[in-house]
């Protein structure tokens, strides 16, 4: 999915993040990862995080297997990736 040609507002956003079971997001050095499971966040504590302020999904975002990752932080994609 490439959020920056394919745009995706808040409801998409939604969808996509709760099929998956773990959220990881990067602003900045800042990195939240939630197990949507366990941690039980609000749509608007989901919504604050991945919409950036077009009111689009931020870009960039990409799911692999049960994780959603939005934003980029180096690290963070080692970690999923197994880098």
């Not at 749509?43 to 999904?57: A, C, E, K, Q, T």
């Amino acid at each position: 999915m490439n959020a920056a040609k394919d745009r995706m507002g808040p409801d998409e956003a939604l969808d996509l993040i709760r099929e998956s079971g773990k959220l990881v997001v990067a602003k900045g050095k800042k990195v939240v990862t939630l197990n949507l499971k366990k941690d039980a966040p609000s749509d608007d504590d989901i919504l604050s995080l991945v919409i950036g302020p077009s009111g689009w999904l931020r870009a960039p975002t990409w799911r692999r297997g049960k994780t959603v990752m939005v934003g980029f932080n180096e690290e963070a994609y080692d970690g999923i990736l197994g880098g």
